[in-house]
Nanobody
Framework: QVQLVESGGGLVQAGGSLRLSCAAS????????MGWFRQAPGKDREFVVY????????YYTDSVRGRFTISRDNAKNTVYLQMNSLKPEDTAVYYC?????????????????????WGQGTQVTVSS
């Protein structure tokens, strides 16, 4: 089992920044990738970005590329999401997830079904 705990959410004005953290504990040695997803009210959960745990390869959804940056600290089993130039449409609950299934195809971890463990989510609200 893997436990994921997100933190760092909050209320920010449009154009501002937030940094989310996701700390993993438990059986983390089987992690192939860590991802961030988000869910806005009344909408489906959507992919934001992922990072592969060994190589650090990243993959972003188009709407956040150039504004968000994912990074990881392997020693701390923690993944970060630096969010800059935030927009009201970024308002959502943000979830981190851990994938214990290997996938070699570029972009394959953009699918929620690749993930085995999920955090409880952290709210991000961007005011206009």
């Amino acid at each position: 089992q893997v436990q994921l705990v997100e933190s760092g959410g909050g209320l920010v004005q449009a154009g501002g920044s937030l940094r989310l953290s996701c700390a993993a504990s438990g059986r983390t040695f089987n992690t192939y990738a860590m991802g961030w997803f988000r869910q806005a009210p009344g909408k489906d959960r959507e992919f934001v970005v992922y990072i592969t745990w060994s190589m650090g390869s990243t993959y972003y959804t188009d709407s956040v590329r150039g504004r968000f940056t994912i990074s990881r600290d392997n020693a701390k089993n923690t993944v970060y999401l630096q969010m800059n130039s935030l927009k009201p449409e970024d308002t959502a609950v943000y979830y981190c997830a851990a994938a214990h299934q290997y996938c070699s195809t570029y972009g394959c971890y953009s699918s929620a079904r690749r993930y085995d463990y999920w955090g409880q989510g952290t709210q991000v609200t961007v005011s206009s």
